[in-house]
């Protein structure tokens, strides 16, 4: 039974960091391309970061470009967001997202967790 979990989301001030995690079980994470999204209340979905099956490849929605640093580990089934510089405008529910096909779309993602919630108090 496939299973995408995450873990480490939380209430952060301004400014702090967080580090996210997504498990992948029953599935082939080493061939997989994974991302990060997320959504605000009363905005659409939106891509974070995605990388490649070899860690390479990696991708940046432009507002988090020097402040999150997406990397995975493939013997652990593994994938991470290292989120720093945390601003108020980052809080949201955060996805990882396995399988992706076309980019870092939402709509090429074959497998979602159920989120982990970020909140950034300012």
């Known amino acids: 039974q496939a299973q995408v979990v995450e873990s480490g989301g939380g209430l952060v001030q301004a400014g702090g960091s967080l580090r996210l995690s997504c498990t992948v079980s029953?599935?082939?994470?080493?061939?997989?391309?994974m991302g990060w999204f997320r959504q605000a209340p009363g905005k659409e979905r939106e891509g974070v970061s995605c990388i490649h099956p070899s860690g390479d490849g990696i991708v940046y929605v432009d507002s988090v470009k020097g402040r999150f640093a997406i990397s995975r580990d493939n013997p652990k089934n593994t994938l991470y967001l290292q989120m720093n510089n945390l601003q108020p405008e980052d809080t949201a529910m955060y996805y990882c997202?396995?399988?992706?096909?076309?980019?870092?779309?939402?709509?090429?993602?074959?497998?979602w967790g159920q989120g982990t919630q970020v909140t950034v108090s300012s």
């Open positions: 029953g599935l082939p994470f080493h061939a997989y391309k």
């Open positions: 997202a396995a399988d992706l096909t076309l980019g870092c779309q939402q709509s090429s993602v074959h497998y």
